[in-house]
């Protein structure tokens, strides 16, 4: 085989697979809607198992067999799990349902109605009542992405079983699929499958360690400013990190509005703000510089229409994590063709 | 298919049983192979087909359990220039092990080969899990490395004899 028909081999093979990658985006995309009950659970499995295979990997070094780390893993989060119902189940009972006090306006209208802009008052009504029903529609999109009772029972049987077979077997499926490859494409698949593996799950740290850091220093602030649902208000500011450039602005309005459709007080929205503001300065002096760059960075127009894109397909739970979902398909599809482009270079 | 996905121990055992017949391991134990055998990939090339191109990223060496494999580097000013001819229990690609450099040199079998595969994400990860076997299987393949590097020099140390024989070099 001469050197130029290999190269246009390679051409048209690089060209196949880009649409094979497309296709099944497409497809993936459009079954979405049907298969979503089965996608979120696999996706929180896998989430658990980037988490705990580190854990699982000390207490092999340590002699621990394999198996054995992972029961002991899962059980001390179940245990703790259940310690952590047992002990706050009533507090997070009250904050899930602020969902229904959201639906009564009146608060709301009357809060920024104080607002110093007498002339401009009805103008300033209308848009608030708007405002306030978009953000309830989104809120409430959200509540249907959750099952139903029953289903939710066995999500929860699903995920600790899935993710025990995943850490116990992960390996062992990754190299079976190898396998299956043809000679041609082995090491480049394998490779990228190493290098996705090495990338997501220190993406995934690093963003795990920013949101939980980001909601602990909100839930005290909240909880100090005597907020109530301190504790769902400190974990959306906390999400809400995970988005770049509008994140913190995102998080701040959802909580103002909630604090304002609550209480209508100004006041509170306003130490809210400083609060936050705060929150954000200490972020980037001391917790940014222990983010290192993963090299994924999306420009802020492609960020506003993943956050478009998230309200209209999840509500509130899609803006907030649209984006990081979208940096993770943007990280697979760079290194996939980041391997293409390597192992298509010929002698 | 269905087979491969299976979860069958009789493809484990067979892994395990090729790893006994490499010499280089014979200093390990029946139950290292076995987790030995958890990282290795067992790999078949048809006659003639490329087990790994020149230039291309190369992430894991080859140890060959059968057939004999031809390693040529392309030059510019010699073109396809064949480095060597390896046979059963010899190892292509160990350099890839060790750092992340472009493969120097194309591989091709010359006839029905059958490879057994180590590479270096994997190699990491026994290192995390299992520190012991990873030092024993790292000085195994040092071995393998400066047994390569005593070849080389030694072959060297011929050219530079038969050049001086011949009056080229003074």
Known sequence: ?347 | MIRDFSRNGNNHVSIVTLLQTIPFFNSLEKGELRELARIVYVRWFKKDEIIFRQHEPGIGMYIICKGSVKVFRNSEFNGNEQVSTLVKHDFIGELSLVDQQRRSATAVAMEECCLVGIFRPDLLQLINRKPKLANKVLMILAQIISSRLQQKDDELIQIKEKLSNSDIIR
């Not at chain 1, 009772?149 to 699929?177: E, W």
């Not at chain 1, 907020?227 to 988005?243: D, K, Q, R, T, Y």
């Open chain 1, 1 to 347: 085989m001469t050197l130029q028909n290999e190269q246009n081999i390679t051409t048209s093979t690089t060209k196949n697979i880009f649409n094979i990658i497309l296709l099944t985006v497409i497809v993936i995309i459009l079954i979405i809607p049907y298969i979503k009950y089965i996608i979120f659970p696999i996706a929180i499995s896998l989430f658990l198992t980037v988490l705990f295979d580190p854990i699982i990997i000390w207490f092999e070094s340590k002699g621990l067999k394999r198996v054995a780390g992972i029961f002991f893993v899962i059980v001390l989060v179940i245990g703790c799990s259940i310690f952590f119902i047992y002990l706050f189940g009533s507090l997070v009972t009250s904050e899930l349902k602020f969902i229904q006090e959201l639906n009564d306006p009146s608060l709301f209208i009357s809060a920024i109605t104080q607002l110093p802009f007498e002339k401009m008052n009805i103008v300033i009504q209308k848009l608030g009542t708007n405002f306030h029903s978009i953000f309830v529609h989104l809120v409430n999109k959200s509540t249907h992405i959750f099952p139903s009772h029953v289903s939710l029972f066995l999500l929860l049987i699903f995920i600790p079983v899935s993710t025990y077979l995943l850490l116990k077997d992960g390996h062992y499926l990754k190299k079976k699929f190898v396998q299956l490859l043809p000679n041609r494409y082995f090491e480049m698949v394998l490779d990228l499958i190493n290098r996705i593996d090495l990338k997501l799950s220190q993406w995934i740290k690093q963003q795990l360690f920013v949101a939980m850091s980001i909601a602990c220093l909100a839930i005290l602030a909240l909880y100090l400013l005597n907020i109530s649902h301190f504790i769902m208000n400190g974990i959306i500011v906390g999400l809400a990190h995970l988005i770049p450039f509008y994140g913190p602005f995102l998080g701040a309005i959802i909580v103002i509005t909630i604090t304002l459709i609550e209480t209508g007080s100004l006041k509170l929205a306003l130490a809210i703000i400083i609060a936050l503001a705060t929150i954000k300065l200490l972020y980037n002096l001391l917790l940014s510089k222990m983010i290192t760059s993963n090299s994924i960075n999306l420009h802020p127009l492609i960020i506003i229409i993943m956050i478009f894109t998230g309200s209209f397909l999840w509500g509130l739970i899609g803006i907030l994590f649209i984006v990081p979902i979208t940096t993770i398909v943007a990280l697979l599809c760079k290194e996939i063709f980041e391997r293409l482009r390597d192992y298509s270079i010929s002698s």
